[in-house]
């Protein structure tokens, strides 16, 4: 095997890593799995949730901001994120689940347009929601049962069917309908533990929380448009996003990682075709929605996650 050979396969595999220690913040233990290989598996894409969708709110109507359109032959669709996060408000301070974690799948379809190094990061976040969807599902049939998710185990099958009857749940009523009410059954039923690694929600929430705000910030910055000088590339604005948000729950080994990744982003002009517009101008108004949608759910979610005293659980 040639020098050039050798260094592919030794970048393949810190990416293979990367994607499964991504939201674990740091956790060494799961290194040795890493060597062992990656099987990727075609599974069938998370269904949305059949909530009503529109990207438009009251507070919008006011301003008068343009409703975002559907974007031709792209499988990511920026309205319909800002559909599932205007939705996912609840009342002045809470986060519905189901639009929640449809958002999450947007966002995931984002990520996997960027290459397939950074698609990499988009299952372990796949994963996460996953559980989430499962310990809805298990509420549904019984509290007991909710102590036994297992997200992680051979039965592929099994996890992808309980993943597609979440689509069926009520908005009104369950232990998971929201972020709050997830936390008060967790906590009232002693599923959360703040000294051992659990699949808890609050736990999967937390993780999926961080991974937000670095998308976010990612989002800002390339809304920017400076002055003065040249535009900073997208590559540059991401790794720059990781250093100031996930970076700080990492080992070195998925930070030197992560930033490799980084490396394959496409230019900016990519982003422009993705969201259907011509200028950096038109773009930076998109992703301002976007940012200011995500940005009030992630402040609604970190406040509840906050007072619960749950921004470090292990």
Same mark, same amino acid.
């Given at each position: &095997? ?14 293979l890593c990367l994607g499964s220690l @991504? ?20 599974k069938p894409p998370l269904q949305n ?54 958002? @999450? ?5 984002? &990520?996997?347009?960027?290459?397939? &190094? ?9 994963? !996460? ?11 549904? !049939? ?21 993943? !597609? ?8 009523t369950g232990a998971y309908h929201s972020?709050? *009410? ?10 959360? +533990? ?19 705000? @670095?998308? !976010? ?18 590559? +540059? ?46 773009? *930076? ?30």
């Amino acid at each position: &095997m040639g020098v050039k050979r050798k260094a592919a396969a030794a970048i393949l595999v810190l990416l293979l890593c990367l994607g499964s220690l @991504w939201l674990q913040g740091g956790l060494d233990y799961h290194w040795d799995s890493c060597l062992k290989g990656y099987n990727q598996v075609n599974k069938p894409p998370l269904q949305n949730q059949p909530h009503q969708l529109s990207n438009s709110s009251e507070a919008d109507e006011t301003q008068g901001p343009p409703v975002l359109a559907l974007c031709p032959g792209q499988n990511f669709q920026v309205s319909v994120l800002v559909s599932h996060l205007l939705v996912a408000r609840a009342y002045t301070s809470d986060v519905l689940l189901q639009p929640y974690l449809s958002s @999450w799948d947007e966002l995931v379809k984002f &990520m996997e347009s960027l290459g397939p &190094m950074v698609s990499l990061i988009s299952k372990e976040i796949e994963t !996460k929601t996953a559980i989430i969807r499962q310990l809805a599902l298990l509420s549904e !049939k019984g509290p007991e049962e909710e102590f036994v998710p297992d997200m992680h185990s051979g039965n592929s099958e099994n996890s992808q069917t309980a993943v !597609k009857k979440f689509a069926g749940y009520s908005q009104d009523t369950g232990a998971y309908h929201s972020v709050r *009410s997830m936390i008060w059954t967790e906590l009232n039923r002693g599923i959360v +533990d703040f000294h051992h690694q659990t699949d808890s929600g609050c736990r999967t929430l937390l993780r999926l929380h961080r991974a937000l705000l @670095w998308l !976010k910030l990612f989002l800002q910055k390339l809304a920017e448009t400076p002055t003065a000088g040249r535009l900073r590339s997208p590559s +540059d604005l991401c790794r720059e996003a990781y250093q100031n948000t996930l970076s700080h729950h990492h080992t070195w080994f998925v930070r030197r990682a992560a930033e490799l990744a980084f490396i394959a982003l496409p230019e900016r002009g990519f982003f422009f075709r993705l969201v259907c517009v011509q200028n950096q101008e038109e773009l *930076s108004v998109v992703l301002t929605r976007v940012v200011n949608a995500i940005g009030e759910i992630y402040d609604r979610t970190q406040k509840a996650l906050e007072e619960n005293g749950m921004l470090d659980l292990p």
